[in-house]
C-alpha cells in the first residue's frame, strides 16, 4: 500500500526553525518526484519545493534561500528543512508524490 506519512510541524516564533519529514512506503521516494504543498488558513494550496529522481531541487519564490527540500535514500524518506520562518509560513504542509497525498503536518509560526 502507499502511504505518505508527515511528520515534525508545531509552534515556532519568528525566525526560528523547523525540520519536516515525509516517511514513504509502497514505493521508492528515490525514484520519483517529490514535493512539498502548503495550505496557510482560509487559503488555497499552494506549492513550495520538488526534488526529481536525479535530486534537483526548485522552490517558490517565497521559501527561496530558506527551505531546503532533501531525499535519505535508505530511510525512503523526504525533508523540508525550514529557517528563518515567518508568520506568512504558518499553514498546513503536505508531501505529494506518486500521485498520492500525505495526511499533513501543522507549521504555526507566532510570537
Known amino acids: 500500500q502507499v502511504q505518505l506519512v508527515e511528520s515534525g510541524g508545531g509552534l515556532v516564533q519568528p525566525g526560528g526553525s523547523l525540520r519536516l519529514s515525509c516517511a514513504a512506503s509502497g514505493f521508492s521516494a528515490s525514484s520519483a518526484v517529490m514535493q512539498w504543498f502548503r495550505r496557510p488558513p482560509g487559503k488555497e494550496r499552494e506549492w513550495v519545493a520538488s526534488?526529481?529522481?536525479?535530486?534537483?531541487?526548485d522552490y517558490s519564490a517565497s521559501v527561496k534561500g530558506r527551505f531546503t527540500i532533501s531525499r535519505d535514500y535508505v530511510k525512503n524518506t523526504v525533508y523540508l528543512q525550514m529557517n528563518s520562518l515567518k508568520l506568512e509560513d504558518t499553514a498546513m504542509y503536505y508531501c505529494f508524490g506518486k500521485g498520492y497525498w500525505g495526511q499533513g503536518t501543522q507549521v504555526t509560526v507566532s510570537s
Open positions: 526534488i526529481s529522481d536525479g535530486s534537483s531541487t
